[in-house]
DNA sequence: CTTTGTGAACTTGTTCACAGCT
DNA sequence: AGCTGTGAACAAGTTCACAAAG
């Protein structure tokens, strides 16, 4: 169904590669923490070693925002965090709400950088019942039956999805019909969104498995099955005690 | 102390690209999904779409595994499953311990997500005297005292960090001292590791900071107000797109 | 036929190294 | 002198398009 060519909706206005976009919060981070010390300048090796990049990336990204340092001396910290943040869009306020209150619900919503970065809690939404008027994190939980009112009266554009897997399809529908255009996805889940619709994902078991990929290969290098001949040894290892959550081996292979 | 920098693991062992290994899981998860279902076979453009990603990268991705598909058929849904698995390392077990124990600390303990694929808590540590022995997710929460003896007693190797921020270094210090050699860090911090230790970050403030860039450009494109009937293109689309070598991906944290 | 597997073209991202400003 | 800003070289990742296999 990929009719449709790369429409990324893209920049083509100043062109902001998104792998600085998303280095640009990690600088805004490290120049706050700078401001809050009364650093007045810093140079990019500085501020490069603060937010774990080196110092040439941070040049270049800085380079697609303008020229905002001065050669031989750095970069005017106060000035830098302005222009990050501007160009992040965090000089405007822009309301979020948290749908699914469990206790990861309940960990964003008491999350300190959500207020302190524009982001602000308009409502947390559950579906149980039982939650409906509890506060959380001063917060009163409402029920998901006012989703499309809260949305509309809040002029909600980002919405938080921290419910179960099966739910967030349904509530992912009901948010974008109500209007919201940007997703962060907490549920272990492939959201479909119509065009237009920005879904980011966070998911905390696939993180996991990357680790234990690396993780896997630190303790011996292995020739990865060569080509050609067929790996009849697939020596399926069963040290694991464990029994797998679907707990079945493996078929066998075909021809 | 005096740890290295925190350079790439640069373990590019000439394998499997960094980019394929962050798809795998996914394409495990809709693979799961299949195989309970009981689809016996499925095609790379099924798959894919199940998946959220193109065909053509899904192939690409899998000719790095091996050739594990029959041309004119698909994939044996099963055997993939098996093989993918043993490729991340699932097919082993991984103790996992999770230090600090707020609200993103027992969610992560809750989550389903970790039990059901080869990880298992081994441990729930933190520094609160008044939560020693308190159980959570039915496991008794234990005193940041006895951090090393359990990493050794249980032969930890990835920790996860879900302190807040104040904390994270010195946790992290701990950690890696007692042996763990892969970290998932939660807090909004940039973690100094030696070398060899691998660290992914989870930053909630920076995913949305990420959309809020996006949002804030929503505003001045505008789309061709679609021709009477609503746009049923429900195309499913992918963006997240930032593996960086050292993990840079998303972020959260705790209170 | 159908669908995989993959070289080759293309796009995106990173690093180098130095010209040019202060 | 010191440090930024950037073209050019390099590397990684994605998509194309088609030959080969069943």
């Not at 501020?47 to 001065?70: H, Q, W």
């Amino acid at each position: 169904m990929a009719t449709g060519r790369t429409h990324r909706p893209a920049t083509r206005s100043r062109g902001i590669p998104e792998a600085t976009v998303a280095r640009l919060p990690l600088y805004l981070r490290a120049l706050t923490a700078l401001s809050e010390r009364s650093v007045p300048t810093v140079s990019s090796e500085e501020l490069a070693a603060a937010a774990g990049v080196n110092s040439a990336k941070l040049r270049k990204d800085f380079s697609y925002l303008g020229s905002y340092g001065t050669r031989g001396v750095g970069y005017d910290v106060e000035y830098l965090v302005y222009q990050i943040s501007r160009e992040l869009g965090l000089t405007q306020d822009w309301p979020v709400v948290i749908v699914g209150i469990g206790n990861l619900g309940a960990a964003l919503a008491n999350y300190g950088g959500f207020a302190s970065r524009g982001f602000r809690v308009a409502a947390l939404i559950d579906a149980d019942p039982g939650l409906t008027g509890k506060p959380v994190a001063g917060i009163p939980v409402q029920h998901t039956d006012e989703l499309e009112k809260i949305i509309k009266d809040n002029g909600v554009s980002i919405g938080v999805i921290a419910t179960p897997a099966g739910a967030a399809q349904q509530v992912c529908d009901r948010l974008v019909a109500a209007g919201v255009t940007s997703i962060l996805n907490f549920a272990p889940t492939v959201l479909s969104v119509p065009e237009g619709v920005d879904v980011r994902k966070v998911d905390l078991s696939i993180e996991l498995q990357i680790l234990a990929f690396h993780e896997q290969r630190k303790s011996g290098e292995e020739t990865p099955a060569g080509d050609g001949a067929v790996p009849a040894a697939v020596t399926p290892r069963d040290d694991s005690a464990d029994q797998g959550p679907d707990g079945d081996v493996p078929a066998v292979m075909p021809a």
